[in-house]
Nanobody
Framework: QVQLVESGGGLVQAGGSLRLSCAASGRTSSTYIMGWFRQAPGKEREFVAAISRSGGFTSYSDSVKGRFTISRDNAKNTGYLQMNSLKLEDTAVYYC??????????????????WGQGTQVTVSS
């Protein structure tokens, strides 16, 4: 079992930055892939970014590539999502997730077994 708790969401103006954190417990973080997803009102939950167990490999959706950076600190059992140059369309609830089974990085929602409760990110004009 893995418990995930996100933090760092909030209200930010367009062009600004936020850093989300995902604190994990219950299982050593280096044993699972970590991912970030988001869900805007009325839309499906979508992939944002993922990072391999060691942190050596990452993957991003096209919509955030070049603006967001995913990272992890396995010693602290914590993952991060640095979000820069935020746009109105980045407004959503952001979820971190853990995949203990796959190799490399996982981009499909169905690959993730464990989910946090989500943190709201609102970008204003």
């Amino acid at each position: 079992q893995v418990q995930l708790v996100e933090s760092g969401g909030g209200l930010v103006q367009a062009g600004g930055s936020l850093r989300l954190s995902c604190a994990a417990s219950g299982r050593t973080s280096s044993t699972y892939i970590m991912g970030w997803f988001r869900q805007a009102p009325g839309k499906e939950r979508e992939f944002v970014a993922a990072i391999s167990r060691s942190g050596g490999f990452t993957s991003y959706s096209d919509s955030v590539k070049g603006r967001f950076t995913i990272s992890r600190d396995n010693a602290k059992n914590t993952g991060y999502l640095q979000m820069n140059s935020l746009k109105l369309e980045d407004t959503a609830v952001y979820y971190c997730a853990a995949d203990p089974n796959s190799r490399g990085v996982s981009t499909r929602r169905s690959q993730y077994d464990y989910w946090g409760q989500g943190t709201q990110v609102t970008v204003s004009s």
